[in-house]
């Protein structure tokens, strides 16, 4: 069984758009840029053999308020760049009370499944309570990057940091990171 980092995208990764306290991906491909330190860190985790999985719901894109070729580019840009194995995408809304929109864990048991993940040795970035939802629900361990978002956490993170690096600093400190076989 492996380990995992499963990392939400929107302002973990790359710099989200925060209007009224709330968090907004990107609206282009232009706009898609990539937060301070996240690059190393990112190989930093893969390097001492991590596998690092993007999990991001996307509803935008069911809304119509953002295209799937604009979410797909932004997903190859990750990719090219080598900061992920795996990127597994919810583009559904809440209504369509599907397994893999964040807070669910769907898309982490999908991952696990696929890449033979041990979820109890693996950890779940994000910042907001949805993503710590989703890790909770699978059984990972939990980091918030708390931006003081105005929405109401429902469970409690294990960690809480200021910023993927902060996140990345305390799992390389902290946590056995050879993978387990």
């Not at 790359?14 to 907004?24: H, L, Q, S």
């Not at 190393?40 to 719901?57: D, E, H, M, S, W």
């Not at 990057?145 to 390389?172: F, T």
Request: charged share 30%; proline share 4%.
């Amino acid at each position: 069984m492996r380990r995992a980092v499963f990392i939400d995208r929107d302002g973990v990764i790359n710099r989200a758009e925060v209007r009224n306290g709330k968090p907004y991906p990107p609206a282009t491909l232009e706009d898609f840029v990539y937060l301070p330190g996240v690059v190393n860190c990112i190989k930093q985790l893969r390097k001492v053999g991590y596998l690092v999985i993007v999990v991001t719901n996307q509803p935008d894109v069911t809304n119509g308020i953002q295209s799937r070729e604009v979410v797909d580019s932004m997903h190859a840009r990750l990719r090219r760049d080598e900061l992920c194995d795996d990127i597994k995408v919810c583009f559904h809304v809440d209504k369509d009370d599907c397994d893999c929109r964040k807070p669910r864990p769907g898309m982490l048991l999908e991952a696990a499944r696929e890449w033979r993940i041990n979820l109890k040795d693996s950890i779940m970035v994000g910042d907001r309570w949805r993503d710590i939802g989703a890790g909770k629900a699978a059984g990972c361990f939990t980091y918030l990057i708390d931006y003081h978002y105005q929405e109401q956490l429902i469970d409690v993170p294990d960690v809480v940091v200021a910023s993927l690096k902060d996140a990345c600093h305390h799992i390389l400190q902290n946590f056995n990171s050879k993978e387990v076989i």
